[in-house]
């Protein structure tokens, strides 16, 4: 007879196994690698037991970048693992296993393996699930771990990978300055950690102080450096944007990922699969048009919350939270605005974020943004601050105790064709695509 497993009871036991590993460490982040490597060893070093790796740093992108990656490589006939982080609904999302989240029973059995073998000795949460993650990866089958860092590069818990098949890094740009640095430069470095001897670096495309660094970084210790507009380059024939190369002439005019900005992840993510696999070009394109990653200037919907807007409204929501994606979906909101639909914004924001920053680029774009906190999120801004410096950049506010009641507020006020675009925080994407 076979046993029936309660799914709630599962969650729970997950959630609990969860919360006493995060009290395990004072700090929620404190980067450094020797607890994640004094944990892997007793674990038995799973993380040299791992497929041919690619290692993902960077600020902009990195889910984009891995997100094409995977399509493209899946398309190619490989399993693919994936690791990412942070997870927007279920916890599960952050340890793919051949394209498959984690179930519920394999994660509840593998934190409390790592729990137990852990006997109470501090490490922080991140680096417990990368712990767990790498186990995981260890003993199941597949050709690629795609591996996303989580914060930075140099201290970063995935950092530990001594000899990947490649690493890649995306736009680099102002953000977690309070770990990172102040500067584009220090920031850089810390990336930059990732590179290592002999392995070749795909590089997305940089400012010029980011670019000085990794340059200099891939010199001091012998990595090959594969650069944007020196190895590749995107150009546009007619309207079509096109990935170009040596060997590959690619068409970025089908992609699953949305906007403008995701033509150079994509053309990256052509970039880091051609130095590992002889791409076919059909395979890639096909995979290309497949991606999806949830949360990243996405389209809701029929829902619960659309439906509390016209019909002919739409609704679109993304995680971008820092000044570089606050010109991304600035330059996503010129070309919408072609139309004379007005652009609403529902926005929350942590208080550690540039929010000046994130919202100046859209400040012109923007008809009326609604104030809303982040759920669940000791660290969000209140909507009055937001309110404040929206109002400082000129743009007509008020605040809402919630996303429903924006858009309720948007709906009541004006029921003229329109668009809201809600962002501001991947944790505020992450309520609205729970809901």
Known sequence: MRLTIDVNDLKTRIADTLQRLEALHPKLIDLELGRTQRLLAKLGDPHQKLPPTIHIAGTNGKGSLLAFLRSILSASGKRVHAYSSPHLIRFNERI??????????????????????????????????????????????????????????????????????????????????????????????????????????????????????????????????????????????????????????????????????????AALAIATGEEVLALDIEATERGLAAAHWPG??????????????????????????????????ADVA?????????????????????VAGFLGPLAPMIN????????DEEAGLSTGEIATIAADLGIKNRCAPSVASAMKNLANNDRRPARVLICGSLYLAGAVLAA
């Open 296 to 329: 990243r200037l996405q389209r809701l919907g029929q829902g619960e919350l659309t439906s509390l807007v016209p019909t002919d409204w739409q609704v679109w929501v993304d995680g971008g939270h820092n000044p570089a994606a606050g010109a991304a979906l």
């Open 368 to 375: 009326v943004l609604q104030a809303v906190p982040v759920p």
């Open 334 to 354: 010129r070309n919408w605005g072609l139309d004379g639909k007005p652009l609403n914004l529902i926005c929350g924001m942590l208080s550690s974020k540039d």
């Open 96 to 265: 793919e296993l051949a394209g498959r989240p984690i179930s519920d029973e394999d994660l509840a059995d593998l934190l409390d393996e790592i729990e137990i073998v852990n006997q109470g000795d501090p490490i922080t949460i991140f680096e417990t699930i990368t712990c767990a993650a790498f186990l995981a990866f260890s003993r199941v089958a597949a050709d690629w771990l795609i591996l996303e860092t989580g914060l930075g590069g140099r201290f970063d818990a995935t950092n530990v990978i001594e000899a990947p098949a490649l690493t890649a890094i995306t736009p680099i740009s102002l953000d977690h300055q309070n770990f990172l640095g102040e500067t584009l430069a220090e920031i850089a470095k810390e990336k930059a950690g990732i590179l290592k001897t002999g392995v070749p670096a795909v590089i997305g495309r940089q400012d010029s102080a980011a670019l000085a660094e990794i340059k200099a970084r891939g010199t001091e210790i012998g990595a090959p450096v594969k650069l944007c507009g020196r190895d590749w380059r995107v150009e546009t024939i007619g309207n079509t944007p096109r990935y170009r190369s040596a060997k590959l002439d690619i068409s970025l005019s089908n992609l699953g990922l949305y906007g403008r900005h995701q033509v150079d992840n």
